[in-house]
C-alpha cells in the first residue's frame, strides 16, 4: 500500500513539474517546433486591404528551410506566372509579361512585396527564435478562448535581428501562437500577427488565417489563408533555380 502510494505520490510530482515547471524557452521551442519543418508546400490565398481598396491574390509556396523559397501568383490574370525566388540572403523576381529575370537590390529590400505589408527584407531574413532571443514569461492571458502564456523575447546583444522586442502568445494546450506583437528598438509596437481558424492540415493542427496589421497605417492589413499545406515535401537546392522560375507551375 505504501509502495503504491509512493509511486503514485512520484508520477503526480513529475504531473506537475511537466505542467507548471516549464521556462519560457521551452514554451517558445515547443510553439516552434510545432510550425517546423524541412520542407513544405502550400497553396494561399492573400489579401491586400488598404483604406481605399483591396485585392486579392493566389500563390503557390514551396520552401526548403531556411534558406529557400519560390512563390507562384496563380491570379489574378494580370499577375498570374510572376514568380519571387529566395536563395538564402537574395531574391529574384520572374515577370513573364517582360520576359525577364530581376535581382532585388539592397537599395529595394524594404519596398512591399505585390504590394502587401510584407516587404523584399521580409522574405529572406530568417533569424531564430530560441538561437537569437532570450525569453521571459511575463504573464498569462486568455486570447480567444485560449488560455496562454505571455512571453517576451529579446534580442542577445550579437543577434542580428530587426526588433527591438517581441512578445508572444502561446496557447498553453496546443503551443499555437494566436497572437505576435514586434517592436522597434524604442519600444514602440510596429506590428502585430494574429492567427485564427484552427483546422487540420497534413496530421497537424494549425491556424490557417492570419492577418499582419501595421501599427502606422490605420486601416491596412495583410490577410493569408492557407488553402492546403504539406509538410516535408520531398525537394532540394537544385528546385530553387533561375531557370525553375520560367518552368515551375
Request: with cysteine; hydrophobic share 40%.
Amino acid at each position: 500500500m505504501f509502495k503504491s502510494l509512493f509511486y503514485s505520490l512520484i508520477i503526480l510530482f513529475l504531473f506537475l513539474v511537466n505542467t507548471f515547471g516549464q521556462d519560457a524557452t521551452e514554451i517558445v521551442k515547443k510553439a516552434d517546433e510545432l510550425m517546423k519543418a524541412k520542407s513544405s508546400y502550400s497553396e494561399i490565398t492573400m489579401k491586400i486591404v488598404k483604406p481605399d481598396w483591396s485585392r486579392e491574390m493566389g500563390m503557390k509556396v514551396w520552401a526548403l528551410e531556411p534558406n529557400y523559397a519560390m512563390i507562384y501568383i496563380t491570379e489574378p490574370a494580370r499577375d498570374k506566372g510572376t514568380v519571387t525566388l529566395k536563395r538564402k540572403t537574395e531574391v529574384w523576381n520572374w515577370l513573364p509579361s517582360a520576359q525577364k529575370v530581376i535581382k532585388i537590390p539592397p537599395s529595394m529590400m524594404l519596398q512591399s512585396w505585390m504590394g502587401s505589408d510584407f516587404t523584399n527584407d521580409d522574405l529572406v531574413k530568417e533569424s531564430s527564435v530560441i538561437k537569437d532571443y532570450t525569453h521571459k514569461l511575463i504573464g498569462e492571458e486568455n486570447i480567444d478562448g485560449l488560455d496562454c502564456y505571455k512571453v517576451q523575447l529579446t534580442p542577445k546583444p550579437d543577434a542580428g535581428v530587426v526588433w527591438g522586442k517581441i512578445i508572444a502568445w502561446i496557447a498553453k494546450e496546443t503551443y499555437l501562437e494566436p497572437k505576435v506583437e514586434y517592436y522597434d528598438e524604442d519600444g514602440f509596437m510596429v506590428k502585430q500577427f494574429i492567427g485564427s481558424n484552427l483546422q487540420k492540415m497534413d496530421r497537424r493542427n494549425i491556424f490557417t488565417h492570419w492577418e499582419m496589421i501595421p501599427e502606422d497605417k490605420p486601416g491596412n492589413k495583410t490577410i493569408m489563408d492557407y488553402n492546403k499545406i504539406q509538410f516535408n515535401i520531398k525537394t532540394d537546392e537544385s528546385f530553387f533555380s533561375e531557370q525553375n522560375m520560367k518552368r515551375v507551375r
